[in-house]
């Protein structure tokens, strides 16, 4: 797993730990509002806001959501142009 940290029991005193910055941590705890949305000022604003307590899941979240999108005839021209040739 990714972000998933296993730590000994001389560091932590448990054998296994799930890093709190983990996307298996994220998808465990409550779901996010749309009321806590708005008031964080955005989807966006709310990941910018989490890069504190969830640095790497706030980066991949921030990449993912502003990639931009692609049109239809993007999506689609390749196909064209290899059924064309």
């Known amino acids: 797993k ?3 940290h296993s730590l000994s029991d001389e560091e932590d005193g448990e054998d296994n730990f ?3 910055d983990s996307i298996e941590a994220y998808l465990d ?3 996010v509002s749309k009321a806590e ?4 000022g955005g989807v966006l604003k709310y990941w910018e ?3 504190a307590t969830r640095p790497r899941l706030a980066q991949m979240a921030l990449d993912f959501l502003s990639a931009p999108g692609m049109t239809a005839h993007e999506c689609l021209y390749p196909l064209l142009v290899l059924t064309l040739v």
Do not use: D, E, V
């Open 18 to 20: 799930t890093c709190p």
């Open 29 to 31: 705890s409550p779901r």
């Open 37 to 40: 949305l708005n008031a964080a």
């Open 49 to 51: 806001n989490a890069r």
């Open 2 to 4: 990714w972000a998933a």
